[in-house]
T-cell receptor
Framework: AQSVTQLGSHVSVSEGALVLLRCNYSSSVPPYLFWYVQYPNQGLQLLLKYTTGATLVKGINGFEAEFKKSETSFHLTKPSAHMSDAAEYFCADLNAGKSTFGDGTTLTVKP | GAVVSQHPSRVICKSGTSVKIECRSL??????MFWYRQFPKKSLMLMATSNEGSKATYEQGVEKDKFLINHASLTLSTLTVTSAHPEDSSFYIC?????????????FGPGTRLLVL
């Protein structure tokens, strides 16, 4: 069975601090991993994705994530948080015809 | 990036009536479209997957007679909530997949807020 686990439903950081949002997956086939961001009452916006190739992927707004097969992880990072980064973040595995989303992590950025 | 639109963005209806939500891929042909439901502070729940010209595949526990999905063209899918009840109130989000050279990525619409009174 395919699953995605986001550790920490709420993460709070200070403006300018490192952002780390954790995502672990479980899949019997190679995963296609995505990070999406959702602002209140809006749809999901694609941040970045990993399907094949380079394991360190860069996305929009300064975010990046590294696919680590040995750790079955795909954590999202940003070196310096901005107030506008406050939102809900979802990790997803969209391979093998299945859409599996994590429960989401709410990122709060303190001034 | 690819753009997906949804209409309406917000709808209020009376219990027992039907509501249709449209999902369009504006700048690419979507071979597959997905319909999700999102409850407050919760993740997305996949309701069904539809491929153009064929019947939708519903997830377990989703009533196909209540949530009618039509994918009549490569750019349009509709979700009709039939005989809506207050418990159907939710945020419905569609996504589309199939852009040239980017067949894995799902692009999401802005969502439709349904309130059934």
């Amino acid at each position: 069975a395919q699953s995605v686990t986001q550790l920490g439903s709420h993460v709070s950081v200070s403006e300018g601090a490192l952002v780390l949002l954790r995502c672990n997956y479980s899949s019997s086939v190679p995963p296609y991993l995505f990070w999406y961001v959702q602002y209140p009452n809006q749809g999901l916006q694609l941040l970045l994705k990993y399907t094949t190739g380079a394991t360190l992927v860069k996305g929009i707004n300064g975010f990046e994530a590294e696919f680590k097969k040995s750790e079955t992880s795909f954590h999202l990072t940003k070196p310096s948080a901005h107030m506008s980064d406050a939102a809900e973040y979802f990790c997803a595995d969209l391979n093998a015809g299945k859409s599996t989303f994590g429960d989401g992590t709410t990122l709060t950025v303190k001034p | 990036g690819a753009v997906v639109s949804q209409h309406p963005s917000r709808v209020i209806c009376k219990s027992g009536t039907s509501v249709k939500i449209e999902c369009r891929s504006l700048d690419f042909q979507a071979t597959t479209m997905f319909w999700y439901r999102q409850f407050p502070k919760k993740s997305l729940m996949l309701m069904a997957t539809s491929n153009e010209g064929s019947k939708a595949t519903y997830e377990q526990g989703v009533e196909k007679d209540k949530f009618l999905i039509n994918h009549a063209s490569l750019t349009l899918s509709t979700l009709t909530v039939t005989s809506a009840h207050p418990e159907d109130s939710s945020f419905y989000i569609c996504s589309a997949r199939g852009g040239t050279g980017d067949v894995e990525t799902q692009y999401f619409g802005p969502g439709t807020r349904l309130l059934v009174l």
